[in-house]
Nanobody, 113 residues
Framework: QVQLVESGGGLVQPGGSLRLSCAAS????????VAWYRQAPGKQRELVAR??????TDYADSVKGRFTISRDNGKNAYLQMNSLKSEDTAVYYC????????WGQGTQVTVSS
C-alpha cells in the first residue's frame, strides 16, 4: 500500500514562504503524476500544481509565479510557496498516481497576520 506523508505546514504571515514536503513510501519517479491539491473551508478540493513523469509541470492560475513543485531522486516531492496570501489558507494534500490515485492525510497552511 502506497503511503504519502505531508509535512511543512503551519502559520505564516502574508508575504511569507513555506515549503511543503511529501514523503512517499516508494520512489517518487515510480508515479506517473505527483500533485498538490488544497481544500479551503467550505470549498471544493482544487489542483494547485502537478508534475508529470517527464518533468512537465503546470499550475493553477492563482499560484503561477509564486509556487513551485519539484521532486528529488528519492521518495520526496515538494511545494515551495512564496508570497503567500490569505486566500492560500487551506489543507494541502499530496497526490500521486500510478494506475490508481493515492492521497496523503494533508497539512494545514494558514496565512494570517
Amino acid at each position: 500500500q502506497v503511503q504519502l506523508v505531508e509535512s511543512g505546514g503551519g502559520l505564516v504571515q502574508p508575504g511569507g514562504s513555506l515549503r511543503l514536503s511529501c514523503a512517499a513510501s516508494e520512489r517518487i519517479f515510480s508515479f506517473t503524476v505527483v500533485a498538490w491539491y488544497r481544500q479551503a473551508p467550505g470549498k471544493q478540493r482544487e489542483l494547485v500544481a502537478r508534475i508529470a513523469g517527464g518533468g512537465t509541470t503546470d499550475y493553477a492560475d492563482s499560484v503561477k509565479g509564486r509556487f513551485t513543485i519539484s521532486r528529488d531522486n528519492g521518495k520526496n516531492a515538494y511545494l515551495q510557496m512564496n508570497s503567500l496570501k490569505s486566500e492560500d489558507t487551506a489543507v494541502y494534500y499530496c497526490y500521486a498516481h500510478r494506475g490508481v490515485g493515492y492521497w496523503g492525510q494533508g497539512t494545514q497552511v494558514t496565512v494570517s497576520s
